[in-house]
């Protein structure tokens, strides 16, 4: 989120004329356009998707606002149910492919050279085409509303047999999801070779900042599950147009099979949008409590096992498939066993803060809102964990609040948060911070307000994706819609802030602008050179970073 003049560092400038090589990674760097459809530095890559990842994040979020203007009032307002079944897939598929994933892709790139002492990412050319996958795929998805039948609306989850019937809009959401997929798979390559091979003398892996674990294992995570998503909605499309029955139950195939294969990639995707934002959480709760992080070592075993755990636990989703009792009984007790280590994280975070010097600037409130929230998700997902409970819970209103608390409140509160915190770092000034907590505030209230309702339509029995509901859920739905236009509103500050950050701020950022910041990327000028590390860094810095985070005596 900088402009040219300000990533580029003056005393890199004869670096870049000197470097003798022609290209805009290691020589003299590409200005106007061709800066950024050439990019391979890492710091540049990660500004196009953090910006790619917002603009998909309003996106979503209109035609979240879509369907609440839908369901303000009982009847059909605005939409037609088939549209509104569009709008709800899209949406699900956009702030999850095209938000999320993104956003953490984008912090991945610009945070971990800087935070390992990296000159770059391990594959520099690979990055700028994993960025470059992802505007056409989000035009696909775009352009199918406007296919004959309308765009896909079979849900984010794409079941047959409705996604095998749906019109040619169907087919653009399926080679939307492969584009994004090989964009995922390529950048955690990167990830992975990057923080394995690329780590600054004397920081071994157990030293690493935490943000860096949760980046590598999420990366490991990808490359294990996109190819299967990858397998089951190219098994769709063949369904579709050619001859096959896998899940067509009219030749002999299973819809039910589509289900196992899409909750295999599907649970672990929910970990690949959550651990990162742990990440963030535990490089920002240590900073503003001025205290290392308590429990260092136990946290990097909790999310290994979380991510262990989350390819055991797909079934969860499918308990109204009709599973054989023993089946129900794994999956039950599997998912109440990931509660275990993702309780340590919790633990671990609150003993941090606990007499800690507290200081609760923008960064810190996000931290904590997360923490809250997202602890209320988890306890809603033990209660959705229990067989008999959720086969009365299933595909109602309670499901939605319950993933909206892990999603919203983890992932979402986390990267604002994660914003705010290096913003000072990127762009070399710092943000308004009266206008951060507005939007804290004004995000956390509205968010509430929006969600919280849903707990209570769920357990009145409303089902969720469809456009029309009896009249005694109106109240609930009624507080729903006005919460979410003031969530929605709420990102304007989100948006102002930022641009009149990059603009000059409220004033240059020191190299350090927080006290307890302790980790590499603060030992470089604010904002961070065009190119960092290019040597690795002292080994006595390194060391010093280590003592002040509790990793080293």
């Known amino acids: ?3 040219a003049t300000e990533t580029l560092h003056p005393h890199d400038a004869d670096h870049d004329v000197h470097a003798g090589h022609g290209d805009g990674h290691h020589g003299a760097a590409h200005s106007g356009w061709r800066r950024w459809v050439y990019a391979t530095n890492h710091k540049d890559i990660g500004t196009m998707y953090l910006w790619f990842a917002f603009s998909m994040f309003l996106l979503g979020g209109t035609f979240a606002l879509c369907i609440r203007a839908e369901l303000f009032q009982p009847g059909l307002q605005f939409w037609q149910p088939e549209f509104f079944n569009q709008l709800t897939t899209l949406h699900g598929v956009i702030m999850v492919f095209g938000a999320i994933m993104p956003a953490f892709t984008g912090l991945m790139n610009w945070q971990l050279p800087l935070m ?3 000159p770059d990412m391990a594959f520099a050319r690979m990055n700028n085409w994993s960025f470059w996958l992802l505007p056409p795929a989000a035009l696909l998805l775009i352009i199918s509303l406007f296919m004959p039948g309308g765009g896909p609306g079979a849900g984010w989850t794409f079941y047959p047999p409705l996604s095998v019937q749906l019109g040619p809009g169907m087919d653009f959401g399926i080679f939307a999801i492969h584009l994004m997929g090989l964009s ?5 390559i990167n990830i992975v070779t990057t923080v394995l091979n690329m780590r600054a003398p004397g920081m071994t892996l157990l030293k690493m900042p935490l943000f860096a674990w949760t980046s590598l294992v999420t990366a490991y995570l990808l490359i294990a599950v996109a190819p299967v998503l990858a397998g089951a909605v190219t098994m769709l499309l063949t369904d579709r147009h050619f001859g096959t029955h896998f899940f067509n139950a009219a030749g002999g195939g299973d819809p039910i099979l589509f289900q196992h294969v899409f909750w295999f990639f599907g649970h672990p995707e929910v970990y690949i949008m959550a651990l990162p934002a742990f990440g963030v ?7 503003f409590s001025r205290k290392p992080l308590f429990g260092y070592v136990s946290m990097v075993y909790a999310v290994c096992a979380i991510a262990i755990l989350s390819f055991m636990v797909w079934g969860h989703h499918m308990f109204a498939v009709g599973f054989p009792a023993t089946a129900q009984l794994f999956y039950m007790f599997m998912t109440m066993l990931i509660a275990v280590p993702t309780g340590v994280k919790v633990f671990n975070w609150i003993a941090t803060m606990w007499q800690g010097a507290m200081s609760f ?10 923490l809250c929230l997202f602890t209320i998700g988890g306890f809603s997902g033990l209660v959705l964990s229990l067989a008999p409970v959720d086969i009365a819970l299933h595909g109602t209103y309670y499901v939605v609040a319950h993933f909206h608390y892990v999603l919203v409140a983890g992932a979402l509160f986390s990267l604002f948060g994660a914003t705010y915190y290096w913003l000072p770092k990127w762009s070399g000034y710092m943000y308004n911070e009266r206008m951060g907590k507005i939007h804290f505030w004004w995000s956390m209230i509205s968010f509430n307000i929006t969600f919280f309702p849903m707990h209570f339509l769920g357990l009145a029995g409303m089902p969720r994706r469809i456009p029309d509901y009896a009249l005694q859920f109106t109240f609930f739905n009624e507080i729903a819609s006005v919460g979410a236009f003031l969530f929605g509103f709420a990102q ?5 802030n930022v641009i ?3 603009r000059g701020g409220v004033g240059k950022a020191p190299a350090k602008p927080w006290d307890g910041a302790h980790t590499l990327e603060w030992e470089v000028d604010s904002p961070a050179p065009h190119h960092t590390w290019e040597t690795p860094p002292d080994e006595a810095l390194v060391r010093r970073g280590l003592i002040a985070q509790g990793l080293e005596h």
């Open 116 to 118: 390992i002492g990296a």
């Open 281 to 287: 959480v535990s490089q920002i709760l240590p900073t």
């Open 500 to 502: 009149h950050t990059i």
């Open 361 to 370: 600037e923008t960064p810190m409130l996000f931290a904590i809102g997360f």
């Open 184 to 188: 995922s798979i390529m950048g955690s």
């Open 492 to 496: 304007i500050f989100f948006l102002y």
């Open 1 to 3: 989120m900088t402009t």
